[in-house]
């Protein structure tokens, strides 16, 4: 007579699985994938609802509920937007703020993050030191100073007030992270170069460089969404219609057609979200590699 073992259940099912087509799916994968898409719903329902709003006729506001669909595409809230609101006043001044600022940052971060990490000299890591105290300066702090400084020297509403204050408060994350990119490089690579007769500069420009492309571009998108959505400063440093950027632009508009014009206003709303978007669809596998160069030392 022969007698079986039969396992005891498990009484915390840790590795239950679901089998669907031959795939098997875990219970932690199942919540894992719930929980990713209310994330989505939650990022792009807004979204959405933005875009039919910008699209409704003035009438549907007062006499649909707000989640209604648009009964038809009331493009002309577009054309207000670009026409009355001023929205390509407010691009235009963006672009001159921004893009030379971010030029300016990556050439000075870029070279200072060399100076820091690949060379050796002495009072380096104090130098290091202080970039990352100014991490922790309040923009708010160095709001009324700037402010002083540029009247006197007659830079407000210039362009060149926002790209010097964008430049100066972006440098430091600019620094202190592309410190890390360099920390990141295979020191091999480094004495090699130098050991076969490169200068500095020729390590510099063709070995640094080229390895830490997508670092440079992360950075660079990083301080372009700062910049681009700045509010604090281009509020306060532009003042006049002719010289306000975008987001300042935005917050003009409601109101200025006497009674807010809520479709007017969605749709200026959506044209600045654009240039954001656009970005980071054509970039994102360039930003989320560049996120993780300066993980693992090499």
């Known amino acids: 007579m022969t007698a079986t073992l039969q396992a005891p259940p498990e009484r915390h099912a840790v590795a239950e699985t679901l089998t669907s087509g031959g795939r098997r799916f875990t219970i932690g994968k199942v919540l894992a ?7 989505i719903l939650i990022e792009v329902l807004p979204l959405l609802w933005l875009l039919m709003s910008s699209l409704k006729s003035p009438s549907e506001f007062s006499s649909q509920p707000m989640w209604a669909l648009p009964e038809g ?10 026409t009355r609101g001023n929205m390509d006043v407010y691009i235009r001044n963006s672009i001159l ?12 971060g870029v070279m200072a993050g060399f ?10 890591s104090g130098v290091l030191l202080m970039f990352v105290i100014g991490l922790m300066v309040p923009m708010q702090m160095i709001l009324l100073p700037l402010f002083a400084m540029y009247f006197r020297s007659g830079l407000l509403n210039n362009p060149l007030a926002l790209i010097l204050t964008y430049t100066a408060t972006g440098l430091p994350l600019t620094v202190f992270m592309m410190a890390g990119y360099y920390r990141s490089v295979p020191r091999e690579i ?3 170069a130098v050991v076969d007769g490169a200068s500095i500069y020729r390590v510099f420009f063709s ?4 390895l830490l492309r997508n670092a440079i571009m992360t950075i660079a998108i990083v301080q372009f969404f ?6 604090l400063f281009a509020l306060t440093f532009m003042t006049t219609n002719d010289s306000r950027t975008i987001q300042a632009g935005l917050l003009a508009f409601i109101g200025q057609f006497g009674q807010t014009e809520w479709g007017p206003t969605f749709a200026s709303i959506c044209i600045s979200i654009v240039p954001t978007l656009l970005i980071y669809l054509i970039l994102n596998q360039r ?9 693992v030392k090499g």
């Open 115 to 124: 100076a820091l990490e690949v060379l050796k000299w002495r009072g380096r």
């Open 33 to 39: 994938a719930l929980g990713i898409t209310l994330l």
């Open 97 to 108: 703020a921004t893009f030379p600022a971010i030029i300016l940052l990556l050439a000075a």
């Open 73 to 82: 595409l009331y493009w002309e809230n577009y054309v207000d937007a670009w």
């Open 226 to 231: 700062f910049f681009w959505n700045d509010l």
């Open 190 to 192: 480094i004495e090699s």
């Open 207 to 210: 070995i640094t460089l080229p």
């Open 287 to 295: 930003v989320m590699k560049g996120l993780t160069d300066g993980a």
